[in-house]
């Protein structure tokens, strides 16, 4: 067992250039910073061996033998790049406002989300970490909507404070999961959006569906809270462009049963909603999270 000291040094150390890296990307122009936070996140690929091992191990579970080892490293690298160029402008958002975000975001299916919201009930906005699930945030919140997002706190509360404070400061209300449901229904009694992301394996409560092809627990929350409070689960993503820009797509509501014996069924719809954004644009989903640990946890081995 390492001495605690080293980890507290770890966590001094990471916190000290993770909060560096947040004011240089604040001031540096543009393109030089958008720049280097994606040299950086491919710099991630190859110093950070279990992440870089965990991407490849997933990826090899969602696209079997049809897709060689080279391609595998190919998107695997692109999608360390790609959450470093997402950092950036998350980071730079701060400065830039929604003006900046109206210039390089198109959106498809806003109507969906506004009919939902009219409904009075409150409205689970779904998605995954795919995208820039963050910035797509910000930009709701900008744009006037009222969200709310549920967050597990970091064990680091340095890092932590660091992050709700970006959260905040582009007008997110952060719910912190740890401490129940409670916010939770109050928003969407209120009538206003709850961000939640469906597409890890945690300690939540979850069944099993399909996911890429295979078995993988999958949280039920969203699906209780819509059928206990009414509100609609509508799915959605921002997804990047080639060019650099963003595209937001905002799905229709998914109609679930909302009993016991469909459960299943409701789960695996938002399952299959968040995936369809996954397909698309493999390079932008956090392939480095034990995805499938639960089922076929030897794969990580």
């Known amino acids: 067992m390492k001495p605690l000291w080293t980890k507290w040094l770890r966590r001094l150390v990471t916190y000290g250039i993770v909060k560096a890296l947040v004011k240089i990307g604040e001031i540096l122009p543009a393109q030089l910073g958008k720049s280097l936070y994606r040299s950086l996140g491919k710099l991630c690929y190859y110093l950070f061996r279990n992440s870089r091992r965990i991407a490849v191990a997933n990826l090899r579970v969602a696209f079997g033998s049809e897709v060689s080892d080279k391609d595998i490293q190919t998107v695997a690298k692109a999608t360390f790049a790609n959450m470093g160029a997402f950092a950036y402008d998350v980071v730079k958002t701060r400065r830039r406002g929604i003006e900046w975000l109206k210039r390089v975001v198109v959106v498809r299916g806003m109507q969906n989300l506004d009919k939902a919201l009219a409904r009075g009930r409150g409205v689970i906005a779904l998605t995954g970490h795919v995208g820039n699930w963050e910035l797509l945030g910000a930009y709701l919140s900008m744009m006037g909507y009222p969200i709310n997002v549920l967050a597990t706190s970091l064990k680091d509360s340095r890092l932590n404070r ?15 999961r740890s401490g129940g449901l409670i916010g939770a229904f109050r928003c969407l009694k209120r009538g206003e959006i709850l961000g939640v992301l469906i597409d890890q394996d945690t300690s939540v409560e979850s069944v099993l569906v399909d996911f890429l092809g295979k078995p993988a627990k999958t949280a039920v929350g969203p699906v209780k809270l819509a059928a206990r409070t009414g509100a609609a689960i509508v799915p959605l993503a921002m997804l990047m462009t080639d060019e650099g820009t963003y595209e937001i797509e905002v799905k229709q509501p998914i109609e679930i049963n909302g009993g016991d014996d469909s459960l299943k069924r409701d789960v695996e719809l938002c399952s299959k909603a968040v995936e369809d954004f996954i397909r698309r644009s493999p390079t932008q989903w956090v392939w480095m999270h034990k995805r499938w640990k639960s089922v076929q946890g030897e794969i990580y081995n």
Not at 162 to 176: I, P, Q
């Open 162 to 176: 660091l992050l709700v404070e970006v959260r905040r400061d582009v007008g997110l209300r952060v719910l912190d």
